[in-house]
């Protein structure tokens, strides 16, 4: 069966450092899209990283997701088996896997840098819309460890904000 428009996607890291201090109506918009229409505008002179991801076959969702005991493993299992293609990489380097098609391997999620987080959160994004019928819009989960990554990049955004002003100040903090 060929794949059709449906059944790959771009997805992006809630918590990249390209979206920090965004409107937060734009990241609640995306969070429950996901949709690339809804990714939100990069903050000047910043590159989201994006992930080139493929919906997972019913074989791949029940023989080798499912077998998993948790979300966080099934999150990244779904990751493993559904990324094909990662650009916005620093310097602007983009990744595509060793065997096209195949899973990613431990050497490559290694050179890649891939945190435990970015994994989980991608990884529930194909994860959803591999067991979802395609043309319908699935629900995301919002993953503990994207939420911290958030709130962690809503708190450097502030501390800058607060350097910032500090500094056009004259060294006066505003309260």
Not at 7 to 13: E, K, M, Q, S
Not at 139 to 152: Q, T
Request: glycine fraction near 6%; proline fraction near 9%; charged fraction near 25%.
């Amino acid at each position: 069966m060929r794949p059709t428009h449906l059944d790959t996607f771009d997805v992006a890291r809630l918590h990249d450092p390209a979206f920090a201090g965004i409107d937060a109506a734009a990241a609640i918009k995306y969070a429950r899209s996901r949709t690339a229409e809804d990714m939100p505008k990069p903050l000047p002179g910043l590159v989201p990283v994006i992930f080139h991801a493929r919906r997972l076959t019913r074989s791949q969702v029940l023989d080798r997701v499912e077998q998993n005991t948790t979300d966080a493993k099934r999150y990244a299992a779904a990751f493993v088996l559904g990324v094909a293609r990662v650009t916005g990489l620093p310097g602007g380097e983009q990744w595509e896997p060793a065997v096209p098609g195949e899973a990613i391997s431990e050497d490559e999620l290694d050179a890649l840098d891939i945190s435990p987080a970015c994994m989980i959160d991608i990884g529930s994004v194909i994860y959803s819309k591999s067991i979802a019928p395609k043309a319908s819009s699935p629900r995301y989960p919002a993953v503990p460890s994207s939420l911290h990554a958030w709130d962690g990049l809503d708190h450097l955004s502030a501390a800058a904000s607060r350097e910032g002003a500090a500094e056009s100040s004259g060294g006066r903090s505003e309260p």
